[in-house]
């Protein structure tokens, strides 16, 4: 897919109160995404697709300064909670979302005056993979970028794509010692008995297998 500046792209009105979803799969429509809005629908969070933006890896010389991911930042700003989508690859987060990590060091050279603005926000993670569950590692660069950054990490929210369990497996990976329901209130989620029982699963009856890789 060719690349398009987010200069020239309409931009999302993220609204202060709300997480924003930050999808970074390589597919627009994927079993990333699906989970995504089955955890946080439309109504509770906007989604933004790194996939349409401009966004080159970390250069010790600001060489992609210029590119979309300031003004994708600046764009993130308003939510106090950030939700990363990203699928399992390779047992850790996908290269988007890495290269995300990595371009918020620019916050910390820079930009350091965006970068403040992280303090206090929360970061939590949505993701999908094949196996049932999280490799253990998971969660710690979630854990200590957030330490590093000032940031409150929520926990990951992991489901087996073709599970049809798909719906009902979130919050496995809430660290030990957090509170739960809090972690679910600061994402204005639903009570996961509420529409996630097995009759109104949403995957059910869908062919997630096909769409496995
Ligand atoms: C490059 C690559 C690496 C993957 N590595 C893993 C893995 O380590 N563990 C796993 O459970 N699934 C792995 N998968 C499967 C994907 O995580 C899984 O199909 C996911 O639901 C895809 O999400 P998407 O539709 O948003 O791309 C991998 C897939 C790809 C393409």
């Given at each position: 897919m060719k690349a398009v500046h987010l200069s020239t792209l309409c931009l999302m009105h993220i609204n202060p109160n709300q997480p924003v979803i930050l999808l970074t799969s390589?597919?627009?429509?994927?079993n990333t995404f699906d989970l995504s809005r089955i955890v946080l629908p439309e109504d509770r969070a906007p989604l933004i697709d790194f996939s349409i933006h401009n966004i080159g890896c970390f250069s010790y010389s600001y060489?992609?300064?210029?590119?979309d991911f300031l003004p994708l930042v600046e764009q993130l700003m308003p939510s106090p909670v950030w939700v990363i989508a990203t699928p399992l690859h390779w047992y850790t987060m996908s290269a988007q979302a890495k290269t995300f990590f990595d371009r918020l060091s620019d916050l910390l050279s820079f930009r350091q005056s965006l970068g403040h603005q992280l303090r206090g926000k929360a970061l939590a993670v949505i993701s999908t993979g094949t196996t049932p569950s999280l490799p253990s590692a998971f969660n710690q660069p979630f854990e200590l970028s957030c330490e590093y950054l000032g940031m409150n990490f929520l926990g990951s929210y992991y489901a087996q794509s073709g599970s049809r369990y798909f719906c009902r497996k979130?919050?496995?990976?809430?660290?030990?010692?957090?509170?739960r329901q809090k972690s679910r209130d600061r994402l204005c989620l639903r009570r996961p008995d509420s529409s996630a029982s097995p009759r109104s699963d949403p995957t059910r009856g869908r062919n997630m297998g096909s769409r496995m890789t």
């Open positions: 390589s597919r627009s429509n994927g060489a992609n300064a210029g590119d979130i919050f496995s990976s809430v660290p030990a010692g957090k509170n």
